[in-house]
């Protein structure tokens, strides 16, 4: 993968020590899937073209651990932190904000929740005024994760998570992102709205759809975004999915020169 002009120059500087590598942040991003027509649909933002990061780029929902993410007072239900922490190969404490974010980011970004009022439940319906409210006090951090649950009454449902992948921004960016993927299947009764926010445009679409558009030039998508999406690809059901096996490694794409000419390599 060629890299433009300007971050290739960075990546140079980088190389030979002239530039010292950003220490990646802590995220999390989900794959909401459903069953489509033609098999597995995924749900995908465009983010918008003023945006520092990834812009123009359709992207899962997701985004960076809050510190209050890894709050003990969460009400949790399903695999354990401990479990996740296994799964990520991160600390119980770390796997705590992954999986809180993860929840938390989906509900800001789409107003799907993955929470219910009991570990066999889920909330069914998430667009009234007063959802939206509490929506919008999450994203400007005047209202923490934790105390949302707990005042509805709610349980994070941890086990509506399938660990996907893990993905670390190239030390070459000026923004990284050391970041967990998960997938999730929409809840029976809710659905996702467009929220606006970071993103422009959303969309209902099967992986391989996506995948050939970027292939077009169509649309824009990260080498993780489409890794993931030709993984699901070649399943054939949402059951598919939530069935495979899964060893998580990290994957962390590098910039190599190749006969004068710098390029992002997957290792």
């Not at 899962?60 to 209050?68: E, H």
């Not at 007072?73 to 799964?87: C, F, K, L, M």
Request: proline fraction near 7%.
């Amino acid at each position: 993968m060629p890299l433009p002009a300007e971050l290739a120059a960075r990546a140079r500087d980088v190389l030979a020590g002239r530039v010292e590598p950003v220490a990646p942040r802590d995220a999390a991003t989900v794959v909401i899937l459903r069953d489509g027509a033609r098999g597995p649909e995924v749900y995908l933002l465009r983010r918008k073209s003023t945006m520092a990061f990834a812009a123009g780029a359709y992207v899962f929902p997701g985004g960076s651990v809050d510190a209050r993410d890894t709050d003990q007072a969460v009400a949790w239900a399903g695999p354990s932190p401990a479990e996740w922490g296994t799964a990520f190969k991160a600390s119980e404490r770390l796997a705590r904000g992954l999986v809180c974010a993860a929840v938390r980011e989906t509900f800001e970004e789409t107003g799907v929740l993955l929470a219910g009022p009991g570990p066999g439940s889920v909330v069914a319906d998430t667009t009234g005024d007063d959802w939206e409210a509490d929506r919008l006090a999450l994203i400007d951090r005047s209202l923490a994760f934790a105390d949302f649950l707990a005042r509805r009454g709610l349980v994070l449902r941890s086990d509506l998570l399938k660990p996907w992948a893990h993905w670390i921004t190239p030390e070459i960016e000026p923004r990284r992102f050391d970041t967990r993927f998960f997938a999730a299947v929409l809840p029976d009764g809710q659905r996702t709205r467009d929220v606006g926010g970071e993103a422009d445009q959303v969309v209902w679409t099967p992986p391989a759809d996506a995948v050939e558009l970027a292939h077009q030039g169509e649309i824009f998508l990260m080498p993780p975004t489409y890794n993931t999406l030709t993984e699901l690809s070649a399943l054939g059901s949402v059951t598919d999915i939530l069935a495979a096996h899964r060893e998580i490694e990290t994957v962390m794409p590098r910039a190599v020169e190749i006969e004068g000419e710098m390029r992002l390599v997957m290792t």
